[in-house]
């Protein structure tokens, strides 16, 4: 009976060690199906995903929304500052004399404060976008040219001036409003700043009123004025202006046909035959002399014969067209307007500009040049 009892308990055992084995083999079958927790065995599956999920768009999507308007406002962002800059109205100091004005539009004369004159002149002749420095540059110009004009017809009542290039352009207050809009107040504004803190202020030469010539954009280098114009002046000398090549009045073309010039020039030129161009250049590399079947014209009387914007041209001729190409906006003579926005960029001040477009010259005043035309 012992032994039967043994017997039966070692069966006992192996089948409790069977269904053992039995159950393991079932646990590493299920695993091998799902290798991952089951959602009844891990309960924290969907809000760790959802909480992962929120984590990557905080780091990656709205750091790009913060970005992009960033990005976009840099853009406009000087414009803007400069608008804010200058929302407080400026006030121009008292001016010397009045600048009697001849209107061309109506042929009427107004007679203008100084500095209201040539806060005119500067926002007539340059654009308000420009650099503050640049403005100044602009002011002293301005205001050394009425000066001078002034000193050599007599009384000041009696020296008119016209409003256009044959003296400097001028527009007064209504017909700056229409022309800027909503620009207005902040542009007029920056232009009087440019004003009021050079009150005063000309240029000279041996203490004299120079001849501030000024032009738009150069070809590279400003011109000497006897190379343009007929005279040697000591301040008015040839001198590297690169920050033009970013001006948009840089390069320009014209296409002409062969007739059309022969018209213009006064000369004869055959439409059928290829035409032989002798070019000679000044020290600003523009054109001094250009021969053609047998004539000879000047680089001006070329220039503004064909209404170039540049005696720096250089001629192709295609069958019966010819093509000019031009660098540069203007006489090239004094200052260059966007070369001294492109020094002012660079951190020059406007005397620096002054003295470098007009050699030798000095910064003075009214009252230390011309006292008989202070108001007493």
Do not use: C
């Not at 083999?25 to 992962?52: C, D, E, N, Y």
């Not at 840099?74 to 414009?79: A, C, F, L, T, W």
């Not at 002149?121 to 110009?141: H, I, R, T, W």
Request: charged share 25%; glycine share 6%; net charge positive.
């Amino acid at each position: 009976m012992k032994k039967n009892k043994n017997i039966t308990e070692l069966l006992k055992k192996k089948k409790k060690q069977q269904r053992k084995h039995n159950t393991l083999q079932q646990l590493q079958k299920k695993r091998k199906k799902h290798p991952f927790p089951t959602k009844s065995s891990a309960p924290w599956k969907v809000p760790g995903i959802l909480f992962f999920s929120t984590l990557i768009i905080i780091i990656l999507v709205i750091p790009t929304l913060v970005v992009v308007p960033y990005v976009n406002e840099g853009q406009e962002q000087d414009v803007t500052v400069e608008k804010e800059a200058t929302k407080t109205a400026i006030k121009l100091g008292e001016s010397p004399f009045s600048v009697a004005v001849m209107r061309a539009g109506s042929d009427e004369v107004e007679n203008v404060p100084l500095e209201t004159y040539v806060s005119r002149v500067v926002a007539s002749e340059m654009p308000a976008e420009f650099e503050l420095q640049a403005l100044k540059a602009q002011a002293l110009a301005a205001r050394t040219y009425i000066v001078d004009h002034v000193l050599h017809n007599g009384k000041a009542a009696d020296s008119e001036v016209t409003d256009t290039v044959n003296d400097q352009v001028y527009h007064n207050e209504k017909e700056l409003r229409k022309l800027w809009g909503s620009d207005y107040n902040w542009k007029m504004n920056k232009i009087k700043k440019a004003v009021a803190e050079t009150q005063g202020e000309i240029l000279t030469y041996k203490g004299e009123p120079i001849t501030p010539a000024f032009f738009s954009t150069s070809n590279g280098y400003t011109e000497n004025s006897e190379d343009y114009w007929k005279n040697k002046v000591p301040y008015l000398r040839s001198v590297k202006s690169p920050w033009d090549e970013n001006s948009p009045k840089y390069l320009d073309q014209k296409i002409f046909k062969v007739s059309e010039v022969a018209n213009l020039l006064g000369v004869d030129l055959p439409e059928n035959k290829t035409l032989s161009f002798e070019i000679s250049r000044t020290e600003g590399n523009r054109v001094a002399q250009l021969g053609v079947a047998g004539e000879t014209f000047t680089g001006r009387q070329v220039r503004e014969t064909l209404k170039l914007r540049s005696s720096d041209f250089t001629i192709e001729q295609k069958n019966d067209h010819l093509i000019f190409q031009t660098k540069g906006y203007g006489h090239g003579i004094g200052m260059s307007q966007y070369g001294a926005n492109g020094m002012a960029e660079e951190g020059k001040t406007y005397k620096e500009i002054v003295t470098y477009y007009y050699q030798g010259v000095e910064v003075s005043t009214v009252n230390e040049t011309a006292p008989t035309l202070v108001a007493k």
